[in-house]
């Protein structure tokens, strides 16, 4: 069975950071490529972004790209975004999933989310 815990989300204030980790089980990690989703308050699922199985290719949404970095510890099974100079749009329930188990931003199996509230 798939398994995906997400942690490390929190409340922070606007250019602030945070590093989410998802520890994934029940399947052999470092044969996926992994994807972050999140999801805002009222609003559908969003695609954040992708990294490949050996961590060599990765893939950003654009309003992100250059804040946030997605690498992988394959050894660990544990996939990882770094957000840095968020920004209260960055609000939103924050989902790991396997790839293969999205269409566009919905995905399935996924973790449960860990939330990440930007505020003054």
């Known amino acids: 069975e798939v398994q995906l815990v997400e942690s490390g989300g929190g409340m922070v204030q606007p250019g602030g950071s945070l590093k989410l980790s998802c520890a994934a089980s029940g399947f052999t990690f470092s044969d996926r490529d992994m994807t972050w989703v999140r999801q805002a308050p009222g609003k559908g699922p969003e695609w954040v972004s992708t990294i490949s199985t050996g961590g060599l290719r990765t893939y950003y949404k654009g309003s992100v790209e250059g804040r946030f970095t997605i690498s992988r510890d394959n050894a660990k099974s544990v996939l990882y975004l770094q957000m840095n100079n968020l920004k209260p749009e960055d609000t939103a329930l924050y989902y790991c999933?396997?790839?293969?188990?999205?269409?566009?931003?919905?995905?399935?199996?996924r973790g449960q989310g860990t939330q990440v509230t930007v505020t003054s």
């Open positions: 999933a396997r790839s293969r188990d999205c269409s566009g931003p919905r995905c399935s199996p």
